[in-house]
């Protein structure tokens, strides 16, 4: 087997690994994508795959091997093995980690209950409603609610890219103790424009995670 032979035989043969991560990780995040580690985890998955698959593998090269070798027409539904080899792991993947976010108990036993690298991540993987206050390393208090707010939705940047926080609307409240101003009705007054806070400049930050009827209300 030639050397470009030998690259494309191993490269079809962590396909499958490599689509299920990918997929896996649209839902669940891609924590600890150092090379070594994806490598790792493309080959974990492509053994699972294969091994699942080497019945029919096997059954297709008694079969049908010696068609394909003396270039025979061959039937009409093996054209579908290759969009299955990619199809299958793709939604193994993407249902393994949607199971995973939506904290499924057989997901987070296949996959690991505790994935996420930092605190940051963990707090604001499964994207709860609720409120946040930081006191940023100016001695200034800002805050937001971490929740979909007239159509704009918050975002929490994950692993590994720089932690960031956008909330969709701010609190208002005294910058100097943090307190929280409410209104006539005893509510948080909330102000109608959004802000984009990085860690690098908060010193402490607190959530308080919304009741389960406004969460309800908000979505």
Same mark, same amino acid.
Request: overall charge negative; proline content about 6%; glycine content about 12%.
């Given at each position: 087997?030639?050397?470009?032979?030998?690259?494309?035989?191993?490269?079809a043969a962590l @396909?499958?690994?490599?689509? @299920? &991560?990918?997929?896996?990780?649209?839902?669940?995040?891609?924590?600890?994508?150092?090379?070594?580690?994806? #490598?790792?985890?493309?080959?974990? =998955?492509?053994?699972?795959?294969?091994?699942?698959?080497?019945?029919?593998?096997?059954?297709? +090269?008694? $079969?049908?091997?010696?068609?394909?070798?003396?270039?025979?027409? !061959?039937?009409g539904w093996m054209?579908? *093995?290759? %969009? @299955? +080899?990619?199809?299958?792991?793709?939604?193994?993947?993407? &249902?393994?980690? +949607?199971?995973?976010? $939506?904290?499924?108990?057989?997901?987070?036993?296949?996959?690991?209950?505790?994935?996420?690298?930092?605190?940051?991540?963990? @707090?604001?993987?499964?994207?709860?409603?609720? =409120? &946040?206050?930081?006191?940023?390393?100016?001695?200034?208090?800002?805050?937001? %609610?971490?929740?979909?707010?007239?159509?704009?939705?918050?975002?929490? #940047?994950?692993?590994?890219?720089?932690?960031?926080? +956008?909330?969709?609307? %701010? !609190?208002? !409240?005294?910058?100097?103790?943090?307190? *929280?101003?409410?209104?006539?009705?005893? $509510?948080?007054?909330?102000?109608?424009? =959004?802000?984009?806070?990085?860690?690098?400049?908060?010193?402490?930050?607190?959530?308080?995670?919304?009741?389960?009827?406004?969460?309800?209300?908000?979505?």
């Open positions: 087997m030639t050397g470009l032979g030998a690259a494309s035989f191993v490269l @396909l499958p690994g490599a689509l @299920l &991560v990918w997929s896996f990780e649209r839902w669940a995040g891609r924590y600890g994508i150092g090379l070594q580690d994806r #490598a790792l985890r493309f080959a974990g =998955g492509s053994a699972v795959f294969l091994s699942i698959s080497a019945g029919p593998i096997y059954w297709l +090269y008694a $079969n049908h091997w010696d068609d394909f070798a003396s270039r025979q027409v !061959l039937p054209w579908t *093995i290759p %969009i @299955l +080899y990619t199809v299958a792991p793709l939604v193994g993947g993407g &249902v393994l980690g +949607y199971g995973w976010k $939506n904290n499924w108990s057989w997901a987070r036993f296949v996959s690991g209950r505790d994935r996420t690298p930092r605190a940051w991540d963990h @707090l604001f993987q499964d994207r709860p409603a609720g =409120g &946040v206050r930081c006191k940023l390393k100016s001695g200034t208090w800002i805050g937001g %609610i971490f929740g979909q707010i007239d159509g704009r939705r918050p975002f929490a #940047a994950g692993y590994p890219e720089s932690q960031d926080l +956008y909330l969709p609307a %701010i !609190l208002s !409240l005294d910058p100097d103790s943090g307190e *929280i101003n409410t209104n006539a009705d005893g $509510n948080p007054e909330i102000m109608d424009s =959004g802000i984009l806070i990085r860690w690098e400049e908060i010193e402490y930050l607190e959530f308080t995670e919304a009741a389960e009827e406004e969460r309800t209300h908000e979505s």
